[in-house]
Nanobody, 126 residues
Framework: QVQLVESGGGSVQAGGSLRLSCAASGYTYTSSNNCMGWFRQAPGKGREGVATITNYGSTSYAESVKGRFTISKDNAKSTLYLQMNSLKPEDTAMYYC??????????????????WGQGTQVTVSS
């Protein structure tokens, strides 16, 4: 059974940094079509893609976070990370980790991902 558990959320002031982690268990796919990513959902809004990473380490980012956020993973620890710098109030949202073993491309579309964590809250104050 696949489990994704996020941690690292919290409250910070604008300009601050946070590092999110996603520990994966039961998920050991190493196929070329394996994708993992971070998504977020603010109150009253849909779930949007933030960043994704392929099995080989290629990354994609939403335009709104490019240059500020960095996605990475440690295969030995089965852990996905999201380093968030220069945080803005508009980054406030619940952040979710997601994974899917059979995507042709690691799209930033939430509807394509099969496995999800429970989320971790990020709040950025001005």
């Amino acid at each position: 059974q696949v489990q994704l558990v996020e941690s690292g959320g919290g409250s910070v002031q604008a300009g601050g940094s946070l590092r999110l982690s996603c520990a994966a268990s039961g998920y050991t796919y190493t196929s070329s079509n394996n994708c993992m990513g971070w998504f977020r959902q603010a109150p009253g809004k849909g779930r949007e893609g933030v960043a994704t990473i392929t099995n080989y380490g290629s990354t994609s980012y939403a335009e709104s976070v490019k240059g500020r956020f960095t996605i990475s993973k440690d295969n030995a620890k089965s852990t996905l990370y999201l380093q968030m710098n220069s945080l803005k109030p508009e980054d406030t949202a619940m952040y979710y980790c997601a994974a899917d073993p059979q995507l042709v491309r690691c799209w930033l579309s939430a509807s394509l991902y099969r496995y999800w964590g429970q989320g971790t809250q990020v709040t950025v104050s001005s």
